[in-house]
Every structure is written in C-alpha cells, then in structure tokens.
C-alpha cells in the first residue's frame, strides 16, 4: 500500500496516539477483496495473511500509526462537548488506486481518552449492519464509507444483553467530521486556520484557484452534503441520527447505526428508536442537513474574510442544490427528462405510494413491468402483487396514474426509458429483515448469508439468481418498521 499518513503530523491536540486493544481470539466474519485491491492491500503478503490479527487489533503493521480523533458535535440538536473516536482509531491513510486518499479506521479497538462512559467496543450485529450499509450504498453510487472486512470474537460485551465483541475496519475518504471544527472552536480556537488549511490542501486541493479560497472550500461542503442527502432521499435511505459529529466534510456517508431503507412509503418514518421527536425521521433529512451547516459555518468567522455575509453566500446554495439534484434524480427514476411536467407526474406518484403505504424500492422498480413487461417477468410480478392491494379508489388512481404515465413517455425512445428505469431504481436494498437474518445466523458462527448478501448487493440494479424471495418482501401493510437502537 502506498501510506500517506498526514493527520499524525498535526498538531497533537488534535488526538491521541495509540494502539488497539486486543480482542480475544478473534475470527474472520468477511473480507471485502474489491475494497482491498482499491487499497493495493492485496500486494502485501503481510496484510493479506493478517488481516484478521490487524482487525482483531493484535497486530499493528510497522506503517501504521494509531490515533484517536477529538472532535466534538451537537446530538439532537444540543450541545454535547467534546466527543471524539471513543471506540474507534484512525489506524493509517493510503492512496488507493485511483490516487484517492483513504482513511483505514478500526471501530470497535478499545478503550480511548474520548470514551467517556462507553467501553470502545463494538457488538456483532451493528458491525454487520455498517459493513453491509457502507457495501450496499457503494453499489448504489452513493458516496460513503466502505469497508475492508470485520471479525468477530469471544470478548463479551454488555449491551441490552451480553453480546459478541466484533471489530471493522471502515474505509472513507476522511474522517473529518463537522464536529471537528467544533471541537476547534471551543478548546483549541488557534488550531483554526491551520487545520481549515489541511482540509482544503488535503481534500479540496481546487479551491485554492478562488480568490477566497476559504469560502471556495465552505460552499463546496455546502454543495456535496445537500447532493449526499438528496441521494439519501432519492433511494429511501434513512440515516437515522444527523449529529454534526456524524457529517463528513467531503459530503460522504458515515456513522450510520440505526440507519434503514424505506420499505411501506412514509415520509414521516422514524427509524432509530431514541429519536422521541421525530428530528431525523426521513422527510426532515434535508432541513437538518441546513441546520448543521447553519451551526457549522459561523465557527470560520474567525478566519481573516470570513463575515455574516459570506458565510451566508456559502450556505444560500443548499436548498436549490438540493432541489435540483433531488428533483433530477426523480424524473430519471421514471425514466423521464428534469422537467415540469415530468415533476408533477413523479410528485402524484410518490402520493399514491403514500396513500396506499406501498414499496417504495419495488413500486418504482415495477414501472418496468409497465412499461415492457414481456421483457421483465420479475418486474411484472412486482406489479402484479402492488395492485393486487390497491382496491376501489385506490385501484382507480392507480390506473388513471398509469395511463397518464404511459402516455407521457411516448414522447422519448422506449430504450431511453428502460434504460433509465434500470438505472436509477434497484432491484434490492438492505431492508432491516434481511440484516437481521444474517446478523441471527452470524450471532450461531454462520456467515453464509452475510456473504450472500454482499454478494446480491453488489449488483443492486440487476435481478440475480441468488436472491430470495423475503429480499424484495416488505412488511405487511400497516406493520410498524422495525425501529433499531443505537447502542452498538
């Protein structure tokens, strides 16, 4: 691999050195080869042969250089403090393949001086969530963390119940978090200009063209978070806990514990289980993505150039960003071109989906049994089993979408429109029940169907042989999704 350790060599405020703590007798639970061969892992013999003692934090290659982040962040829209990688360790930075940074971060490793009152650890089934997650968004093409693979171990661990000590080694192109700024802005204020200038050197190299490189690099963070949560919205993805310390500058997913993907189509769905309000259930994403950037943006008015006003000019973008990505995103998910009258047809069919709590991954995925049925066989049976629970009214709008629909793609060439519609609507997603079936299987030593299940989600937007069908199965209508917890 070619290392590039560069946050080792800021100021030591900004973290703690240190290795990991061993976990006991630590097994292979997957490894994620195409990750490893992004990372020129693959050409050291050494790492191929240990990865499970590198993951299991027994073994440290000589060219690692361990630390914990401090970082601090706003949870549920209050202050917390400083927080900072409380079980986790930015073990070294590479250039992968394509000469992009990478950042290898082991999560689960031990105990650090930012645990506060946690024990460093992580437990099996989040493990397997997050590999699973950050594979399964990849496919998808949206940016986030991946990962190298993880392992599972004999370290109990105490949560809800005891449960088996598991460790990941999360791939992202940084770990920089909004929080780290705020951390900066509350304990080391003269760390400000330095550390603004690692994050445009090392991550928005461009800006430095600008005039006002400062503000150059704020409004490109604007632009790639409102882009970032605009694809969440798109695939029906749900994050699940929107901190400030669990945003990445570079507009990349990360942190994802209680994290799901829309099945039954509510707008309003919640799906972490501590979230009482309602904060970041999925409709509010957007508007909490402006909040944090809102909270995140006047710390940089200690920077020379930086007023109210422009740090303003920096945010102003946002809202249109995202309107116009998300907006994109929905008429190619029809197969249709960005314009008024492709809007209001997508807009009257995310309502039928909400009025009748239909799939929203099969619904969309159905229009092509259609549109070209005969071609489609699982795409027509999807169809088949949507209106098979519409009925009355409900069928009626239905048919009188569909005949609308039609006739709106007989403008474009049919090729244009499967194209599309294969494109931009998978065939499967992660729902919660099938996480949870391999996370049952994994938690009896069986890691076939992780296995399996990074295998369909490598290839999301084709139907494939290996798939079940409990895959593309949603819940029965008016069944409650199934809320996850945070504690991992």
């Known amino acids: 691999m070619r290392y590039h350790n560069t946050y080792v060599h800021l100021d030591p405020r900004l973290y703690h050195q240190q290795p990991p703590t061993p976990l006991k007798n630590p097994r292979a639970g997957h490894f994620n080869l195409s990750v490893a061969e992004q990372l020129g892992w693959t050409e050291d013999e050494d790492l191929m042969a240990r990865w499970v003692d590198i993951l299991g934090g027994e073994y440290v290659p000589a060219q690692f250089e361990p630390l914990a982040m401090a970082y601090a962040g706003h949870q549920f829209g209050q202050w917390a403090g400083q927080l900072g990688d409380g079980r986790g360790l930015l073990m070294a930075q590479v250039l992968d393949d394509n ?51 993880f392992v599972v171990s004999d370290t109990p661990i105490r949560r809800e119940c005891m449960e088996a000590g598991a460790a990941l080694m999360r791939v992202a192109d940084s770990h920089i978090r909004l929080g780290h700024i705020e951390w900066i802005a509350s304990f080391a204020p003269d760390l400000l200009s330095e550390f603004t200038d690692y994050m ?71 799906n972490n289980h501590s979230d009482h309000t309602g904060r970041y259930a999925y409709q509010n994403q957007p508007a909490i993505g402006h909040w944090n950037l809102n909270i995140w943006l006047p710390h940089f008015m200690r920077l020379e150039g930086v007023t109210r006003e422009t740090l303003a000019d920096c945010l102003a973008p946002y809202e249109a960003t995202f309107m116009q990505h998300y907006q994109q995103g929905l008429c190619r998910k029809l197969g249709l071109p960005h314009q008024s009258e492709s809007l209001t047809i997508a807009f009257e069919w995310l309502t039928l989906l909400e009025d009748n709590l239909l799939d929203y991954t099969n619904g969309f995925r159905a229009l092509l049994g259609l549109v070209a049925p005969d071609e489609h066989p699982y795409e027509q049976q999807l169809l088949l089993t949507l209106t098979s629970e519409l009925q009355g009214e409900a069928l009626q709008a239905w048919e009188d979408w ?23 609507n998978p065939a499967y997603v992660l729902r919660n029940s099938m996480a949870q079936r391999a996370i049952t299987a994994a938690e009896q030593g069986q890691f076939e169907e992780v296995a399996r299940l990074y295998d369909l989600l490598a290839s999301p937007y084709t139907v494939q042989d290996i798939a079940t069908a409990l895959d593309s199965s949603p819940p029965a209508p008016n069944a409650p999704q199934m809320p996850i917890s945070c504690s991992s």
């Open 99 to 149: 000469d992009q940074l990478q950042d290898l971060h082991l999560k689960g490793s031990g105990l650090t001086p930012y645990s506060r009152m946690g024990d460093g650890r992580a437990v099996l089934r989040s493990t397997i969530r997050e590999y699973l997650c950050g594979h399964a968004l990849n496919q998808l093409g949206i940016p986030s963390s991946n990962a190298l693979g």
């Open 200 to 270: 445009i050197d090392t991550y928005y190299p461009e800006c430095r063209d600008s005039d006002t490189p400062v503000l150059a690099f704020l409004q490109k963070v604007v632009e790639r978070t409102a882009r970032m949560i605009a694809d969440w919205q798109l695939i029906g993805f749900a994050h699940g806990v929107m901190n400030t310390d669990n945003l990445s500058i570079t507009g990349s997913t990360m942190d994802f514990g209680p994290f799901g993907f829309m099945e039954r189509f509510n707008p309003a769905w919640i």
């Open 402 to 424: 569909s005949t609308r629909y039609l006739a709106q793609i007989q403008s474009f060439p049919i090729e244009q429109v499967i194209n599309s519609l294969k494109t931009n």
